[in-house]
């Protein structure tokens, strides 16, 4: 087992560089100067832009840009943003409402497609089934920013059953619109794998002995199907949980949510690369350690795993 998690976290430096070399490449290649856009109309001294530009190393070519931006993150030393904020302390600040962001959605989806999914699969052809199936494909097919300003727009302006935006009414009811959402957009894929898994676990020859040697149906249930069926639900599991952070840019865009998503948003808008490449690595991190988790848990589970 050891040697199988090492494996894991070796594969993933040379990804992990490659990831945050592409982000600073195309963060980069923007056209537009940053400085000149924070100031707006306002003009900027020559000396103090030049200084500016110092300060954060604009002029330095590619590649020492980003190779000091790493050194800065690995060295805990985040500096400030162009605008002056300190970045250690945005993060204090954004990491919490992303985290609480995150929960709720993923309660939310996991709940949902979990629920629907065991449900069509194992009353497949079935009135719950049809719908189901109708049901993902409409979520399936109407892209994710479609869908939050339709909920903005229906349960936030018109029903005022949610706040629209912003964190003034507090946790949880400033995150229930956005959360729904998110759980929403990624509640389509699990319950769809939830139900194929379960139908072509209980199809399978292992079940039909099972059957054929006069075990009871809870006991196939509980005993042959449901922990066969669940295992690539679990990867998907983890899948989501690591990569909330990408629904998280745009719904806290969205709906003004001053967390990481929207951090990464403003960050990406100024140019300013450092920042960038930060919360990307930030993000990869979590995607490999959770991934690495489910690894380990489904290396626990089926052994063939830790061979591969």
Known sequence: MIRFILRRILAAIPIGLIVTLGVFALVFAMPGDPLRELAGDKPIPAAVLAAKRAQYHLDDPFIVQYLLSMKDMFTGHFGTTFAGADI??????????????????????????????????????????????????????VPGLVLYFTGQYLFGVELKWLPVSGTRDGWPMSYLLPAICIGITGFAGLARLTRTSIVDTANSDFVKTARAKGLGEQRILWRHVLPNALLPVVTLMGIDFAGIFAGAVLAESIFNLPGLGQFMFQAIKLKEGGVVVLLSTLAFLMFILINLAVDVIYGAIDPRVRNV
């Open 88 to 141: 250690a302390d945005q993060l204090r600040l954004r990491i919490p409402v992303t985290l609480k962001l995150a929960t709720l959605g993923l309660v939310f989806q996991w709940i949902a497609g979990l629920l629907f999914g065991l449900y069509a699969g194992f009353k497949r052809n079935g009135v719950m089934d049809r719908l189901l199936l109708l049901a993902t494909l409409v979520v399936l097919a």
